[in-house]
């Protein structure tokens, strides 16, 4: 089912489908550290945007190539050559740093990180929906020690996951943190075992996922993100009753999740409408 969605012209990335209905997507400039030019990030974003649109998959999966790297950010040769020349390079797309730091999407992204997750990748794994670590992973926005700003919209997400002294001890110091202080932080859902390949706990994890309903999942996530980017309670819940719960009660899904629950069955999940 891959071959239905943009496939990376440049190499950038490739695309599996380890369980049904679960993307594994893994960026592979593994010798650049799994940075990411422009061109890599607009397709990163225009791929993401492909996923919500397919109904058969329901999550997507990210993570980097090789044990060293989630994403060390931003192509800094690129970037060094589009602030010092006329460069072609292309701008970040809409979505943020990879297509996915300032997007809002529609289906969970779970991130795998593999290694380390520095400036932009850092950025993406703070607006991932959930996140696994491996054990030797590392988190961190050295921007300042290279001058350059936080640009890709993690400094408002980690205010709201970290609060201001911890989020400002990442961003105004450069230094990292390991994967412990990341899930004490709550950055980190799970860390994978030493012995433990991180992509497969991703895995597991989006089994737990794929118990659920599709269209709640979507449903469930976009109230979750009305909060996340500054909605109140109140203006998010009225929003999501006269949007989402209306959509849901109508829904295939829900019919054959309360006839499961009576008849003491299990689930037969159909693909999403929302």
């Known amino acids: 089912m891959c071959d239905s969605l943009p496939q990376s012209k440049s190499g950038d990335y490739t695309l599996s489908e380890p369980i049904p209905h679960v993307l594994l997507l893994t960026i592979t400039r593994q010798r650049a550290f799994n940075?990411?030019?422009?061109?890599?990030?607009?397709?990163?974003y225009k791929?993401?945007?492909?996923?919500?649109?397919d109904p058969h998959f329901y999550l997507t999966i990210i993570t980097g190539e090789g044990k060293k790297a989630f994403s060390a950010g931003?192509?800094?040769?690129?970037?060094?050559?589009?602030?010092?020349?006329?460069?072609?390079?292309l701008p970040m797309p809409n979505g943020g740093f990879g297509g996915i730091a300032n997007r809002s999407g529609k289906k969970p992204i779970i991130a795998a990180v593999n290694g380390v997750a520095y400036g932009g990748g850092m950025e993406m794994v703070t607006n991932c929906d959930l996140v696994v670590a491996a054990s030797h992973a590392k988190f961190g926005l050295p921007e300042a020690l290279r001058g350059v700003y936080v640009a890709g919209g993690a400094l408002p997400r980690l205010l709201y996951t970290l609060g201001l002294q911890r989020a400002s001890e990442m961003a105004l110091t450069g230094k990292p943190i390991d994967a412990q202080k990341a899930y004490d932080w709550g950055i980190v859902n799970r860390i994978a075992k030493p012995d433990q390949d991180v992509v497969e706990v991703a895995i597991e994890l989006a089994k737990e996922l794929l118990e659920c309903s599709p269209d709640s999942l979507i449903a469930n996530r976009i109230g979750i993100r009305r909060g996340w980017d500054g909605l109140g309670v109140s203006g998010a819940t009225a929003i999501g009753l006269g949007a989402e719960q209306l959509d849901i009660e109508r829904s295939e899904n829900t019919i054959e999740g309360l006839r499961a629950?009576?008849?003491?069955?299990?689930?037969?999940?159909g693909d999403p409408k929302l």
């Open 35 to 44: 940075s990411l030019t422009g061109k890599a990030q607009h397709a990163l």
């Open 47 to 53: 791929l993401l945007n492909a996923v919500d649109a």
């Open 74 to 89: 931003a192509d800094l040769k690129e970037y060094l050559e589009r602030t010092t020349t006329e460069s072609d390079a």
């Open 261 to 269: 629950f009576k008849e003491k069955r299990g689930t037969k999940w």
